[in-house]
């Protein structure tokens, strides 16, 4: 067998029925690569001459046969693709993907048989995806002409090129056509999340709002939504004084209509899911209600703060802590309020929030029906009075460090090889430094600092130094 590479151009004719078979004229420009035809999908028969010879050319689905005297001489795969979009572009403008590491919705409107276009870059491998794991994506140059890639609900393609790029969706590789009145999400993702922080005494969990999820209790609804926070290893004791949570009630007055709201801390359980209720606030009123400068669905938003009573955590001293803190809100006129929230970063060490409809008797996880697999993390800080541990006692002459005070470079010594380093102001703040037995203090603000160093058998030190 003698393999042949050629490129066809393939002509409908007549009476064309998307996703059936149907004739063709087929012309011979050049010896070379085969080109996939508009839809590879189709089966077309044709007669062509080639190097004088008369030759049979059968194109059916993804594969081009070439035969003489009934003899099979080649079999070129070419990649199935759907370039027709009879529902043009949409969105009309071209998306820019932000490539952090999540997944970002195109549009959650899409229909069959149309495209998006996307900017790309050459070198970053991109994920796209639509909402119904039957439908078809096609992804190609931004004339509609080039096929860059195709299957079935996710594609993986690393571009080639920077510019725009299309990406359509049909309703299988047949490049059917489903009615307008059902939609769909079409979705990319790119690069890698962002780095994520250390826990310390206060932490805040934020990013761009992306979803609200309903926190009302009245007559007919007993919502609640909860969130995980850490008590830091490195605390002699955690007491919570505050959370700050950004909220959006629908009720025409506003702020005026957020009238308090009830805390719930629990432990995390065997699953990292919201576990027992270990603590309970009824009706604690905003300490304060400030305007956010962004509105969420055309309705106004609010940072509200919440005095916490400075309750008290135990520490476990080997690691951080995963507790959860639920918010129910209550409504002057009853009507619905809702949590901001943001785009999860998946793998990160915190867990995505958990919705429950029955005042936390049971929970589920806050997913997006537009787009799966994404889920989310509500927007707030958790202020905390975090008194660290001043000094180990136990084996104190482990670890020596000089010199003290210090103004630019702290060096530490000890008989056990250092795992981890952190840094803390007198506040309890984590700094950041880079964890190894040279730190950089340069940089900083003179004053008092406590530096927490974990050895490799599991031992913490920790001692103060001055920087100058």
């Known amino acids: 067998m003698k393999k042949i590479l050629l490129l066809v151009a393939v002509t409908l004719l007549p009476l064309p029925l998307l996703g059936q078979k149907q004739a063709a004229s087929i012309n011979l420009q050049q010896t070379g690569l085969y080109s996939t035809p508009a839809s590879a999908t189709l089966s077309v028969h044709g007669n062509m001459v080639l190097d004088g010879l008369k030759r049979k050319i059968v194109i059916a689905d993804d594969s081009v046969i070439i035969s003489e005297n009934n003899q099979s001489n080649s079999t070129q795969h070419a990649p199935a693709a759907c370039l027709t979009a009879p529902n043009g572009q949409y969105p009309t403008t071209t998306f820019s993907p932000s490539c952090n590491g999540n997944t970002e919705n195109i549009t959650t409107l899409a229909f069959t048989g149309e495209y998006s276009v996307l900017n790309v870059t050459t070198g970053v491998s991109y994920t796209f995806s639509v909402s119904n794991p039957a439908y078809y994506i096609t992804i190609s140059d931004n004339t509609g002409t080039a096929v860059l890639a195709s299957g079935t609900a996710s594609v993986v393609w690393t571009s080639t090129l920077t510019g725009s790029i299309r990406f ?34 206060d932490q805040t969990y934020t990013g761009t709002p992306d979803v609200a999820s309903n926190i009302i209790k009245n007559s007919t609804m007993n919502f609640a939504v909860a969130n ?25 007055a506003g702020a005026a209509d957020i009238s308090s709201f009830n805390i719930q801390i629990m432990s995390n359980s065997a699953g990292d899911t919201p576990g027992t209720v270990i603590h309970t606030l009824a009706n604690v009123v905003p300490s304060s209600i400030t305007p956010l400068p962004n509105p969420f669905a055309g309705y106004p938003t609010f940072a509200v703060k919440l005095n916490l009573g400075n309750y008290s955590l135990p520490v476990n001293a080997n690691a951080d ?53 994404q889920h989310y993390e509500s927007n707030m800080t958790v202020d905390a009075e975090c008194s660290l541990a001043a000094v180990n006692e136990r084996d104190r002459n482990n670890v020596t460090f000089y010199p003290n005070p210090v103004k630019d470079f702290l060096t530490l010594v000890s008989q056990t090889k250092i795992e981890t380093v952190h840094l803390y102001n007198i506040s309890g703040q984590k700094m950041t430094i880079s964890p190894n037995s040279r730190l950089n203090m340069r940089g900083l603000v003179p004053g008092v600092y406590i530096i927490s160093v974990i050895l490799a058998d599991g031992r913490n030190e920790s001692f103060k130094v001055i920087k100058k």
């Open 168 to 201: 359509y969706s049909h309703a299988d590789s047949s490049c059917g056509i489903g009615p307008t009145t059902v939609t769909h999400t079409r979705a990319v993702k790119c690069g890698l999340p962002p780095m994520e922080p250390d826990y310390g005494c």
């Open 228 to 252: 995980d926070f850490f008590v830091p290893m490195e605390s002699a004791a955690y007491y919570l004084q505050y959370i700050t949570a950004d909220v959006v009630p629908l009720a025409a």
């Open 321 to 373: 802590t995963r507790y959860w803190i639920s918010l129910q809100a209550n409504s002057a006129s009853n009507t619905s309020i809702y949590w901001i929230g943001h785009q999860y970063n998946e793998g990160w060490k915190t867990k995505s929030n958990y919705i429950s409809a029955d005042g936390g008797v049971t929970w589920a996880q806050v997913i997006s029906a537009a787009a799966p697999g």
